[in-house]
């Protein structure tokens, strides 16, 4: 069974930033489709970024110029740079693993911005 891990979140002031990562098992990470979702407490789950086997990237229009989705195939890992934190973006972010119809999702981890 596949499995996705993901590190990285925690605690941080406005304005700071934060990287995420998500490492998967298996062997067909390579050929997937990467994403980060999130979650706030009361709000349903949103896309904030999401990145193809090919490299393509695609963002949220809340994230923008903000956060940025990258993948190592080397090391079957994907990573999402946050940077100029706000505490709207508090949440669990999970990541994604699209392959084929199939898609697999991690435990989540939290991000809290917070003065």
Same mark, same amino acid.
């Given at each position: 069974?596949? @499995?996705?891990?993901?590190?990285?979140?925690? &605690? $941080?002031?406005?304005?700071? /930033?934060?990287?995420l990562s998500c490492a998967a098992s298996g062997s067909i990470f390579s050929m997937s489709a990467m994403g980060w979702s999130r @979650?706030?407490?009361?709000?349903?789950?949103? &896309? $904030?970024?999401?990145?193809? /086997?090919?490299?393509?990237?695609?963002?949220?229009?809340s994230v923008k110029g903000r956060f940025t989705i990258s993948r190592a195939n080397a090391k079957n890992t994907v990573y999402l740079q946050m940077n100029t934190l706000k505490p709207e973006d508090t949440a669990v972010y999970y990541c994604r693993l699209t392959y084929g119809t199939t898609s697999y999702w991690g435990q989540g981890t939290q991000v809290t911005v917070s003065s």
């Open positions: 069974q596949l @499995q996705l891990v993901e590190s990285g979140g925690g &605690l $941080v002031q406005p304005g700071g /930033s934060l990287r @979650q706030a407490p009361g709000k349903q789950r949103e &896309l $904030v970024a999401a990145i193809t /086997s090919g490299g393509s990237t695609n963002y949220a229009d």
